[in-house]
């Protein structure tokens, strides 16, 4: 049997910013309909991976495709029209300030000319209804919602050109434990139902375990040696708690462990 | 007291041939910054030509963005021309009497205003009020992601946020000029008839005499390079704002700071191209004491 090709594709990855490497020689391979959790500390380069996928940041070195095409070959029209095959949910939301939730998840289709005005008003609500919130909120700002709230409204306005690939940046982040679980929920759901390809960059263990069909763990390069791959785990997440890697399993179990003794160091200078 | 044993490493970086090529470094440094920025706003402003004319933007994004940068600025921008006026009038009033020439005032307070006042304290306002603002504005949308998000949901940022401001800023400054002008002419004439006695014929007849359509032309020609070069500058450090508040607070002040600065080096520049092709078309010019 033929493996599937990889929908997201990134081999030997290095994304560099002035004399800082944040990725190096990372390969990932994400096949169509796959959930993939990154997990890893702050500073590890997860978000930039995030970023790097939807060409919102050039590779230094290496290659990221999606679907087979390289978005530093494709003509600006052609990265605005692979863009909308991607659906983005961020850390904060980023919603838009000045426009209305009901604004906000229309913004796709109005940008794109995507469908006439009564098929966007019901997919607006459709999505509304699927992210569990109501009519009432369409009329209100950003400002004006939750964080909880503002979260959904964001999936809502990633999933409404229906992406082959969702990416999602610290999804539960900031959120009480009920209201990430909601979220860990709807990604649920949203795989389910729109059969889509997810990355979840998360810090957050019942995220990545409750979620994911697989997890990726890196790690912040500075404290690496030259020859170190950056991913320390690659695997299910049932397999997490089998590593015998003690920077993984410090991870997900949460411990300080040998950092706190690390971050004494450098602060003694 | 021996100050070599609380310097150690003075006899390797701390020689005085070492802090001057530190310095040379250093200058080094800030000048090449200095270039890479400009070049880099160079490119800015190109994109967003490039994009104003490859599609417009949206109707209803320009519409707003005219409305907060050429209609809400017209009160401030008109209070100030007319002050302005009357603040010439009560400078040069002393002066004039002397020779009296005071009915002359006219086409000394007009020719200001049309030539040098009118197209700076519009622009300058511009910068203040606006500029700052929208530096402001684009660079919360930087810290918060919005701009990543409208580049991920496939919209071009530049096309987005930075053509309609650009383009409001353009094609408002004029207004916004012409008014100053029409103010300062005013509050001069006010003050000059009202408050310092001066018959309003011959202060009308002395004005219309030395100004011409071509000093309209000289104040709205420089106002539009200003209001492109505000809109460029405030919409780049928007875009380039650094993280956190410290960031978008710098990116305000600093957009009014370099527009105010261009403003002035650009009004001297324009000042003197376009006398001189004035001089090339009309080789005699008419002076304001007879001739």
Known sequence: MVAASPLIDLQSLTVRFGRQTVLRNVSISVPAGQTLAVIGESGCGKTVLLKTIIGLLQPTAGTVEFDGRQFGNLSERDVSAQRTRFGFVFQNAALFDSMTVAENILFPLKQHRASNDADQERSMHSLLTEVGLPNTVLKKYPAELSGGMRKRVGLARALIMRPEAVLYDEPTTGLDPIMSDVINELMMRTRDKFEVTSVIV???????????????????????????????????????????????????????????????????? | MSTGSSYPNERTTGGPLWRISEGIADFGAVVIRMIEGLGDMTLFAWSAILWMFSRLPRRDTLINNMYAIGVQSLPVVAIIGAFTGMVLAVQ????????????????????????????????????????????????????????????????????????????????????????????????????????????????????????????????????????????IISCYRGFNCLPGAEGVGRAATTAFVYSFVSIIILDLLLSIVLDHIYLAIWPVAPSLFGG
């Open chain 1, 202 to 269: 998360t810090h957050d263990m019942n995220t990545a375990r409750k979620v994911a069909d697989r997890v990726v763990m890196l790690y912040p390069l500075n404290r690496l040696k030259p020859d170190e791959s950056q991913i320390l785990f690659d695997g299910p997440p049932s397999e997490l708690d089998a590593s015998t890697d003690r920077r993984v399993t410090q991870f997900i179990r949460g411990e300080a462990g040998d950092r706190m003794m690390e971050l004494s160091e450098q602060a003694g200078g």
């Open chain 2, 92 to 231: 040069s009033y002393t002066q004039f009497r002397n020779f009296g020439l005071e009915t002359q005032l006219g086409g000394v307070i007009n020719k200001s205003m049309f030539r040098e006042l009118g197209p700076v304290l519009a622009a300058t306002m511009l910068a203040g009020r606006v500029g700052s603002a929208m530096a402001a504005e684009l660079g919360t949308m930087r810290v918060t992601e919005q701009i990543d998000a409208l580049s991920a949901m496939g919209a071009n940022p530049i096309h987005y946020l930075v053509v309609p401001r650009f383009l409001s800023c353009l094609l408002l400054i004029p207004s916004l000029t012409i008014m100053a002008i029409f103010m300062g002419v005013v509050g001069g004439a006010f003050y000059c008839v009202q408050f310092l006695g001066i018959d309003y014929h011959h202060y009308s007849t002395n004005s219309q005499r030395f100004v011409e359509n071509w000093d309209l032309f000289y104040g709205v020609a420089k106002s539009v390079v200003f209001g492109a070069v505000i809109g």
